[in-house]
């Protein structure tokens, strides 16, 4: 594929996926680089509904095909909050910090048997022509009573990997993209995309 735009203008995703669709797409394209674009609400009920909203509307608009995503953090104690709105979950004008705070007085007094989580990633993928495609990817883990750990953003600190006995935030971040739930969903698109060209990946 020559070109795929996706509905972003964070430069530090766009880099990560240019290397991440390596040898299958030839050009990524922020949609801040076609003027007269916008911020599209993500009003939707479920990731998918965020993520295919976003994907069609950078696909109409600059008529080449578009990728989006949508993740967030599910906690189970919590009956699956605080989901689509993780980015937000202390209201408006939250960042990481108060959210995170948010979520360690939600589960105060929860023992760690009770504090099961996952992060979720749905990418979708859509043409010009209207067609959509999705792609899941999820990585669990438990929430700690602290933060660990001074790498990774968002609620990384709090989030337990089992496996390596680190946070996000700990873990290094060749290990992080090769586990994370956006890594698991990246490479059944970057299969798809490659299938579609006629060059399935070994």
């Given at each position: 594929?020559?070109?795929?735009?996706?509905?972003?203008?964070?430069?530090?995703?766009?880099?990560?996926?240019?290397?991440?669709?390596?040898?299958?797409?030839?050009?990524?394209?922020?949609?801040?680089?076609f003027?007269?674009?916008?911020?599209?609400?993500?009003?939707?009920?479920?990731?998918?509904?965020?993520?295919?909203?976003k994907?069609?509307?950078?696909a109409?608009?600059?008529?080449?095909?578009?990728?989006a995503?949508?993740?967030?953090?599910?906690?189970d104690?919590?009956?699956g909050?605080?989901?689509?709105h993780?980015?937000?979950?202390?209201?408006?004008?939250a960042?990481?910090?108060?959210?995170?705070?948010?979520?360690?007085?939600?589960?105060?007094?929860?023992?760690?048997?009770?504090?099961?989580?996952?992060?979720?990633?749905?990418?979708?993928?859509?043409?010009?022509?209207?067609?959509?495609r999705?792609?899941?990817g999820?990585?669990?883990?438990?929430?700690?009573?602290?933060?660990?750990?001074?790498?990774?953003?968002?609620?990384?600190?709090?989030?337990?990997?089992?496996?390596?006995?680190?946070?996000?935030?700990q873990?290094?971040?060749?290990?992080?993209?090769?586990?994370?739930?956006?890594?698991?969903?990246?490479?059944?698109?970057?299969?798809?995309?490659?299938?579609?060209?006629?060059?399935?990946?070994?």
């Amino acid at each position: 594929m020559k070109k795929l735009v996706v509905a972003t203008r964070n430069r530090g995703k766009i880099v990560e996926l240019e290397l991440l669709l390596q040898g299958v797409v030839e050009t990524v394209l922020p949609i801040g680089s076609f003027p007269g674009t916008t911020e599209v609400e993500e009003d939707g009920a479920t990731f998918r509904e965020n993520a295919v909203k976003k994907a069609r509307y950078a696909a109409e608009v600059t008529g080449l095909p578009a990728l989006a995503d949508d993740s967030g953090l599910v906690v189970d104690y919590l009956n699956g909050r605080p989901g689509v709105h993780s980015a937000r979950f202390a209201g408006p004008g939250a960042n990481d910090k108060s959210n995170n705070r948010k979520l360690l007085e939600e589960l105060a007094g929860v023992p760690v048997s009770r504090r099961n989580a996952a992060f979720h990633c749905v990418l979708a993928y859509c043409t010009p022509e209207g067609e959509c495609r999705t792609f899941d990817g999820t990585l669990e883990g438990i929430i700690l009573e602290k933060e660990q750990g001074e790498g990774g953003f968002g609620y990384d600190p709090l989030f337990l990997i089992p496996g390596y006995g680190e946070t996000l935030a700990q873990l290094s971040m060749e290990i992080k993209n090769n586990i994370s739930h956006r890594a698991a969903a990246l490479f059944q698109l970057k299969r798809h995309l490659a299938e579609s060209d006629g060059n399935p990946l070994q």
